[in-house]
């Protein structure tokens, strides 16, 4: 079966080491960064990352301040800004680094095993900041159509490119048949999910996760891999 990869822009945070959220510190920063240890490269990328996680889990997305974020990582705004011209760059990169590699999807042993698996991933990362987050960025992407475009970028590449390993260990286990499928039929579930978390607000109920896979991700899958000449 053919499936289409991941978009290029998703591609620019899938390199970065995943963030362990549980070991970010709520802390209110205090004192002069220039006056602590400096952090250089990656380690200061990712300690800008998780302060940004930390500053969305602290004040929400619309009281986001780069001048907290900042002082939490011990770096100067310029440097922050050098990697991220703008908060919502920044706040992107800081959710996308909390999704895990697609490369590591779950390998249940079934088809329906995996998309629940997915999907109570991706609902229990909405359920946090990154839900938070999210939130905010698709309200200003209402404002700026350039930056709409851009953000469908990102929420899609991570969730396709999830999805395309799950079909292929299907194909490989017998459970569907070579062919093709469509980005749309791919995002079609995680979509479904996605409107409910922005309509409904809080977490997304397990029944509604059992529902969407059982409803509409396996008989699409199976609908298209039937309809394949």
């Known amino acids: 079966m053919a499936i289409l990869a991941e978009s290029p822009a998703d591609r620019i945070h899938s390199a970065m080491p995943r963030t362990d959220t549980a070991k970010l510190e709520l802390a ?3 004192g002069d960064h ?3 240890p400096r952090r250089r490269g990656r380690a200061l990328d990712m300690a800008i990352l998780e302060a940004t996680i930390v500053e969305i889990d602290k ?5 986001f301040s780069v001048e907290r974020v900042a002082e939490r990582a011990r770096a100067s705004k310029a440097s922050l800004y050098r990697r991220w011209p703008t908060k919502v760059e920044l706040v992107l990169a800081a959710v996308y680094d909390l999704l895990r ?3 590591a999807a779950a390998d249940t042993g079934s088809l329906r095993g995996d998309l629940l698996a997915l999907l109570r991933s991706a609902a229990e990362l909405l359920a946090g900041p990154a839900g938070t987050a999210i939130r905010g960025l698709i309200s200003d992407a209402l404002r700026d159509p350039e930056y709409a475009a ?3 970028n990102y929420t899609r590449g991570r969730s396709v490119a999830a ?3 799950i079909v292929r260990q ?3 286990r017998g459970e569907l048949p070579s062919g093709t499928i469509t980005m749309r039929q791919l995002d079609a579930g995680l979509s479904v999910m996605r409107f409910y978390f922005l309509t409904h607000g ?3 109920p397990d029944r509604v996760i059992i529902e969407i896979v059982d409803e509409v991700m396996l008989p699409l899958l199976h609908a298209a891999a039937v309809s394949q000449p």
């Open 28 to 30: 209110t920063p205090s």
């Open 101 to 103: 590699d697609p490369a």
């Open 34 to 36: 220039r006056t602590r």
């Open 163 to 165: 999805m395309a390993d």
């Open 150 to 152: 851009r953000l469908r």
């Open 59 to 63: 004040y929400g997305y619309a009281a």
């Open 202 to 204: 809080g977490r997304v």
């Open 170 to 172: 299907a194909i490989e």
